[in-house]
């Protein structure tokens, strides 16, 4: 049984999120995952499920930082335009290959970040969050 309902992928590289969604569904962690390429084409998608089913609205985010158009930063500035009594209950990670210690400081630093986790994600990395993040 998955321990969550719906988790979102946002990163430009298409290969990465392929294998985020193959960890995901291998080791149960979702009942479903959509991946998205741009960060603009997440906030319609979030918008829109705002608008007609806010039931829909993913318990986890996994955010790349480095994105053509609209980068992660950018991202979460709209992200929090969005209704606190969904968002507070996403959990919002960056997971992103930027080694640069200012943008994981930065990013933990977000209320809205939950953690910051480097490339590629795996199995570990959904334990982490099932054992430290779960607001279940």
Same mark, same amino acid.
């Given at each position: 049984?998955?321990?969550?309902?719906?988790?979102?992928?946002?990163?430009?590289?298409?290969?990465?999120?392929?294998?985020?969604?193959?960890?995901?569904?291998?080791?149960?962690? !979702? @009942?479903?995952?959509?991946?998205?390429?741009?960060? @603009? *084409?997440?906030?319609?998608?979030?918008?829109?499920?705002? !608008?007609?089913?806010?039931?829909?609205?993913?318990?986890?985010? #996994?955010?790349?930082?480095?994105?053509?158009?609209?980068?992660?930063?950018?991202?979460?500035? *709209?992200?929090?335009?969005?209704?606190?009594?969904?968002?507070?209950?996403?959990?919002? #990670?960056?997971?992103?290959?930027?080694?640069?210690?200012?943008?994981?400081?930065?990013?933990?630093?977000?209320?809205?970040?939950?953690?910051? #986790?480097?490339?590629?994600?795996?199995?570990?990395?959904?334990?982490?969050?099932? @054992?430290?993040?779960?607001?279940?």
């Amino acid at each position: 049984m998955s321990k969550y309902q719906k988790v979102f992928l946002i990163d430009d590289d298409e290969i990465h999120n392929f294998l985020c969604e193959s960890v995901i569904k291998n080791q149960q962690f !979702a @009942e479903s995952v959509s991946s998205f390429l741009w960060a @603009e *084409e997440a906030l319609d998608t979030l918008s829109k499920i705002v !608008a007609e089913n806010p039931e829909d609205f993913p318990e986890i985010i #996994f955010l790349d930082i480095n994105m053509p158009g609209m980068d992660g930063w950018e991202f979460i500035e *709209e992200y929090r335009k969005l209704p606190e009594h969904l968002t507070q209950d996403c959990l919002l #990670f960056v997971l992103s290959s930027a080694v640069d210690k200012n943008d994981i400081t930065h990013a933990k630093n977000l209320l809205e970040v939950r953690d910051f #986790f480097s490339k590629p994600l795996t199995s570990d990395i959904l334990n982490i969050i099932t @054992e430290q993040h779960s607001v279940q």
